[in-house]
């Protein structure tokens, strides 16, 4: 990133950057900077730690469920945990967060469900960024006609009901066991991965085209062409790099979002499989139960609330750290 | 900029093709199964199924059957919503009747809901833009962020167990038989709605705000202002909120947009009888032409949206021009 | 839940119709209040989980619910019952509409109803008198296929229905109006069960259009899907508003009643027309029925515990019984009816492992019963079922319990042994290994608490070595898979069926009769099923599967204690030579009300609550 050379690092009312009067700008790569800023901002920090403790969960959930409680996430305890109405009981030792109403250990389910929720968060993102940059840096790179039927096609896609169709398409080919387009598109969770993914690209796309825009007028990008590097070569060597930063802020702040709308689909009915815990089902399962069970509403939804939290928080924080306008005027 | 709405408008049209197509390929052909065994009602013979699939269109060639579904969409009188075509295959009234029945609600919903979380994303988002970096800055972002991490279902969910079942502060779900959307307003039946859509719109309009903000606020016509020794409540209110409150505005009526087609999780929870509902309702009983008329109907709406922001801007900010 | 209840669609095969799925025998509640203490007046109010099916038309609906607003309050027939429960003659044939029962010919081809003198139609049409035409206006549309009506085949025994409805003739040429008070209605070959097919909503009279005297479908011309909004009411209620209706205006520039919101709500007021002096049927005490539409079921029971809705179509969740069952207050509010039906896991003879009879019996014992009771609210559901057919049609098998464990609750030692007998199990040591066990297809209803019981299910069977692919469906969806041959699922274990009326001939001969195998409906497990037949349904092993064909026929004449033994023999054929099914419990109906309703009876003809019959505390 050419930090050091934008012009807004002014900062405003005349005061002189702290950097430049201790003259390290030039010193300091963009990374230090960035580091500089973000490792100040205690509540981005925060959510980072807290995601890295959810994805060693998900990672570790088999092993963690087998070495602390013994259950497994579709092992079923009637007698242990169910009353004579079916209804579930509490948290209590063997059972940490208590029991859901088919009588599973909750405390399993919610781990093994931040694997679904991140996996599908995860795979969304990357069908939504992979699209997005794509589409973002041809548009922005060739401009003219291709830009117009590019950026016009975002536009519609950005103008479509989107849970609607989602809700739709995932019926769709759900209905029959063998999936649809000739059994190409199987139910289930890649199903859900997909369609989340195909309908939330736009916004990274048009992100990535007003960045192109911008940066394939400067130096360094006529100077490769004047090397004589191809098209493709500027793109991916010289303009993709100098849009990661910017991506890297929006997709912080897709997943938390992807994670809600698998939720939201479950909670329609149209969602992952029927035994595999995810967290937007099993609240959508306590929508019924809860006001006898509230474990089965409280600990699914905390955890499902803190994820979407700590992605929010390191998001804004990596905005705040990478922008540049942001920073200058954090000296105010 | 009326060769710039001409424009715009020849675009509308074309996203609704195109919108109209996607949902006819989505709901019509993508999903197995013959909707005329359906529609042949509960003893068919191979007759009453040829019968059925004469009725609804389905023995003509596809593009006959998207030109049949196509040419209702077209927003002209005897075209919009016919009866011939869009009439349900599970309630078996016209579609249009059902969708101009359940606006209301839908309406009420989104405006009330819009109300609400400009109340409150407006005052947060400004706070943490004259604060930056403050403790009422911080509370504030959280605040917003809550919202926004949490499920809206769940939302809906705790706010009805809490407020209704438990302190019985606000009413239960839905709109009581012979009660107008008007009365079920004061009646208090919206607040829980509105709070909970509110509670997951206002953080974007925090984030909105706060940033637009920041950047007026260091713009030379506030300086100037300030210079010229005016209070600085009057030049935040007067001039800084004035000139930031574009994006904000912008961001509003797209969400407005979105949600006149339906709040379908809202509605669901609540069992507010809106246009979300029934679409569910149509999805789930494969009421295709509710489905389609629905769908496209909130495409429609967040087009205008799109639209009606672009003029807007136009009006608040001169600096934008159309060409 | 949602509704359940499938009907019997057998077209010739029925010896006697009554209802949608009927109310059972034994009784176990009573909180009747004295007929006394009853009040008239007040407004019902009632929440639908889900909508009715084919908009309250009455030539269509097929589910309970509906059936239970035709036939309470709109749509009253020549024939119907009392309206109360199984133990009450609820199910004893009582005239309406007629002055009594038919009487037929010698040869039992002539059939002649006497009408009810002086009953008046709902306004608009408040002049106009019901006449024997109506009831021929009634069958014709029945007849026409463009009405896709649901019950045809209950009346093609009459002279000339199919060729009416086939469009080879202009009348029905069996159905006869002598004069105005007389209805002739001959047939072509003689059914016991004619009496039965006048108690059906779709027989109940159509009055002429005051635009079109001649119109062969009189008001209902034009309206073939949409009768339900613009029904001319014979009964104590009609759709709020339904007076304003034009019907001198061409069909489709009717306004439907404001009463009749599709899909939102139905309000039903009383029909000024209606005399009780005409109705013995009816007590009619309540004012108005108020019907919303929408809302979960845990939403709607706790409406109903706060009064303000009265009660609902579904039944309770488990945490609405526990409510209900442990309160005092609430406790004389819920009730529990037997039903004739049966919850069981389906498996498909034709397709492995379930082609093989010792898998089949090793699913039976490794299943937990008791745990499925539990997670579908406990005891109050209805009792654990050992047996096919419900003990309520055949009380000699009660007890009959050829896959005991200790409590119900499954015994995998027991199953292993019999699984050890497999082929599919090559090293024989009571553990599936072979392919076949694995990754089995089920298709599940997607409605709680079904999913939770396949869950359930699945790690029960796991023990005995099969590994199942689980796939989830909404209800309707799931049974049209598990009933379509062609579709070869394995296992469906979300199925309930519900006999149309009190006789096991209804309940068993729609689920193990070849004539039953698709297309018809419903032996889902292909007994009797031809090499042919698998053939050409593509299943990879075509042995015939096996049949009970001859005992069903052999049954058919039978009376009184032989036909009951019979029968007990069937279900134990099919238990112990067959095993098509784990069924696992018997069930019960079972409805929560809020407390101001009084005199709740079952309606046995609908299997839901008695609406004609109820009343409010306080009336007015």
Redo the contacts between chains.
Sequence with gaps: MQVASEPTLTAPQGEPLDVAISGRVVSLSPRQLFWREFRQDWLALAGMVFIAVMIFLAVGAPLASRLLVHHGPNQIFINQTLDEFGLPKGPNRAFWFGADDAGRDLFVRVLYGARTSLVVAFFATGISVVIGVMVGLVAGFYRGRVDTVLSRFTDIVMSLPVLLLALGLVAGCGLSSRGCLGGTVKPGLLLVSYVIGLFNWPYISRLVRGEVLRLREKEFVEAARAAGASNFRIMSREILPNVFAPVLVFTTLIIPNNILFEAALSFLGIGVPPTTPSWGKMLSDAGSIFTVAWWMMVFPGLFLFATTLAFNLVGDGLRDALDPRARSRRMT | MSRYLIRRFL?LL??LW??SI??FL??VK????NPAVR??????TP??IA??KA?LGLDKPVWVQYWRFAKGLIPWPGFFLN?QVYF?W????PVRQ?IV??LPVTIVLAVGAGIIWLLMGIPIGVISAIK??TLAD?AG??FA??G???????LA??L??VFW?KLHLAP???I???MGVWSAVLHGRFILPWITLALTYSAFYV?ILR?SM??TL?EDFVRTARAKGLSERRVIIRHALRVSITPVITLLGIDLG?LL??A??VE??F?L?GVG?????A???NDFPA?MG??VL??LF??VA?LVVDVVYAFLDPRVRYT | MKRHARLLALAASIALAAAACGGGGGGNKSNQTPQAGLKKGGVLRIGLASDVHQALDPGREYYTIGWEFLKCCLARTLLAFNFLGPNEKGNDLAPDLATGLPESSSDGLTWTFHIRPDVHYAPPLQNVTVTAQDFIRALMRVADSKVAASYPFYYSAIQGFDDFSAGKAKTISGLSAPDPATLQVRLANPVGYLPYVFTLSASSPVPPSPSDASAPLGVATGHDQNYGQFVVSSGPYMWKGADKIDFSKPADQQAGPPGFQAGKSYVLVRNPSWKASTDPLRKANIDEIDVTVGGTVADLTKKIEAGELDTMDALPAPEGIRDYATNPDLKPFIHSDPTFGTWYINMNTAMPPFDDIHVRKAMNWVVDKSGLLRLVGGSIQGPIATHAIPDSMVPSLKGYDPYSTPNHSGDAAKAKQEMAQSKYDTNHDGVCDASACKNVLMVIDQTDPQPKMSALIQQNIEQIGISVNMKQFQTTTMYTKCETATERVPTCPSEGWYADFADPYAFVTGLFSSVSLTPSCCDDSLMGATTAQLKEWKYSNTTPTPSIDDQLNACVPMLGAQREQCYANIDKALMENVVPWVPYRFANQVVITSKRVQNYHLDASTGWISLSQLALAGGA
Excluded at chain 2, 30 to 33: E, N, V
Excluded at chain 2, 148 to 154: E, G, H, M, N
Aim: charged share 10%; net charge positive; hydrophobic share 50%.
């Design positions: 675009f074309f996203v195109v919108v996607l949902t989505i709901f993508l999903p197995p199964g529609a042949a009602g509960r003893t068919q007759e009453t019968a059925a009725a009866r349900s599970s309630n078996f009234v059902q029945g359940r930056r970096r911080r972002m959280l962020l809550f926004v991490s949490a499920p809206q279902f769940w969910y705790v009805l167990f079942y239960s779900s839905g009581p038989i012979g984030r940033s920041i950047e260091d979105y087609g339906g379908i999780i669901n929870v069992n009888q509902q029934f679409s569910i309702q999805l789930f009983t489905v629905v769908t909130a495409a967040i087009i799109n």
